[in-house]
């Protein structure tokens, strides 16, 4: 078992008797927006309201598998300039700061491989940050990435859908360790509707084919979202609904909605 794992597994046991929903919250945030410096206060804001795990989104110009409100503040983000090197010195601290939480770096292939992946795993390993998620990043492509992961101790974190054919589904979750994180429903994120199989149907699937805690993202905005997930799931995520939150009101009306949501 992935330390990841453990972390989930052992937080989520404390949540069973806590007034909390027993799912862990993890929020998104885009590193760089609207600033560097209000990225950063926003992040420590959630990891002080006990956030287990904070996904940080490292900006690039066309994030694909993302909707409007994260592409329009990915590309304000990418417009001050971010920088890798610095960005993982800055997680790094936020980790040693909250050593109860965990800290996931987010982003496309494009700036990571400018960058390096091999060196973007040990600088994110001398960080302390858990996981790295790569949405365009196939797992039949990343045979060095899953190499040097496995060697410094850093989650690759991979991703479902409901559209994911069930052959590459099952050869998917049964290589999950840390987590797998479960798109709700085909699209980008922030949709507020259209088709999918039932949850509960499409994640009883993927736990056939492995026993690593499943995160569930995409879309979720209402209560009653997050409560659907109560047994079937052990992580909820939250990144459109929370970011448009933050846009509307700051960083208080985005704790708002996370109250709302029996997320914190």
Known sequence: ?????????????????????????????????????????????????????????????????????????????????????????????????????????????????????????????????????????????????RRDCAEHGVEPIWLVTPATPAERLASIASQATGMLYCVSRSGVTGQKDGAQQALADYLATIRQHTDAPLAVGFGIRRRAQVEALVGQADIAIVGSALLEAYNAGGQEAGLALLASLGMI
């Open 1 to 145: 078992m992935s330390t990841l794992s453990e972390f989930i597994r052992a937080r989520s046991q404390t949540l069973q008797t806590s007034e909390r929903l027993p799912l862990l919250a993890m929020t998104h945030v885009i590193y760089g927006y609207p600033t560097v410096e209000a990225s950063l206060a926003w992040m420590r804001r959630l990891l002080e309201q006990g956030i287990e795990l904070l996904e940080v989104q490292f900006p690039f110009s066309d994030p694909v598998a993302d909707g409007p409100t994260i592409v329009a503040a990915c590309h304000r983000a990418v417009e001050n300039q971010p920088q890798m090197q610095l960005c993982l010195q800055q997680l790094g601290q936020l980790q040693r700061d909250f050593p109860q939480s965990r800290i996931l770096l987010m982003g496309y292939l494009n700036p990571f491989y400018r960058y390096g992946l091999t060196r973007l795993v040990q600088d994110a390993a001398a960080q302390g940050i858990a996981g790295l998620i790569i949405p365009d990043l196939p797992m039949e492509r990343a045979a060095q990435f």
